[in-house]
């Protein structure tokens, strides 16, 4: 059975520092991993996603995350915060050998707080 | 592209009433889901449709709710009768493709109080 989860409820950086959110998955086979943001009072926004490839995957306002197989991991990135990056963040995955379930599973969210 | 519009925004009832949200998917998108959001429980898939066919249900709550998609372009989602802890955001989705590989785009999702 596919399963995500993200260890941090909330984190809070400084405008201009790094930002990492973290997230750990557990498939039987090879993951189709993915990352969405949510705006206050608005839906779920696709960031980026992991197919095959390149480790290193580029999204949309700068971020990035990278696919880790040996840490079973999707830390989503990004080198320099916005107090414009204060959002909910949404890790998900899908395994692809699971067969019938077609559905991605998203984690918890992660509060991202950016301070002036 | 409107998006995946969703209606109504807000809906505020009183316990035993029906409810009943609405969807409209992107044109062109063959996977439909509902999701229903809240501070204790998160994000919980409810029911997931393809080319119109309802595949996974296991996320509905109880016979209470039900949904429904006539045709490409529309889903309902009903809740009969309504209970307050039945309030939360309620977000529809769609996507093209089955097989997972393809992002959401998700509505803006309709705030539903139960008082």
């Known amino acids: 059975a596919q399963s995500v989860a993200q260890p941090e409820d909330q984190v809070n950086v400084a405008e201009g520092n790094p930002l990492t959110v973290k997230c750990t998955y557990s498939v039987s086979g090879n993951p189709y991993l993915f990352w969405y943001v949510q705006y206050p009072n608005r839906g779920l926004q696709f960031l980026l996603k992991y197919i095959t490839g390149d480790n290193l995957v580029k999204g949309s306002y700068g971020f990035e995350a990278e696919f880790n197989k040996s840490q079973t991991s999707f830390h989503l990135k990004k080198p320099s915060a916005l107090v414009s990056d204060s959002a909910l963040y949404f890790c998900?995955?899908?395994?692809?050998?699971?067969?019938?379930?077609?559905?991605?599973?998203f984690g918890r969210g992660t509060s991202l707080i950016v301070h002036p | 592209d409107a998006g995946v519009i969703q209606s109504p925004r807000h809906e505020v009832t009183e316990m035993g009433q029906e409810v009943t949200l609405r969807c409209k998917p992107i044109s062109g998108h063959n996977s439909l889901f509902w999701y229903r959001q809240t501070m204790m429980r998160g994000l919980e898939l409810l029911i997931y449709?393809?080319?119109?066919?309802?595949?996974?249900d296991s996320g509905m709550p109880e016979d209470r709710f039900s949904a429904k998609m006539p045709n490409a372009s529309f889903s309902t989602l009903k809740i009969q009768p309504s209970e307050p802890r039945d309030s939360a955001v309620y977000f529809c989705a769609s996507a093209t493709g089955t097989s997972g590989i393809n992002e959401q785009y998700f509505g803006p999702g309709t705030r539903l109080t139960v008082t």
């Open positions: 998900a995955v899908r395994d692809p050998p699971s067969g019938g379930s077609y559905i991605p599973t």
């Open positions: 449709f393809n080319n119109n066919v309802p595949i996974d």
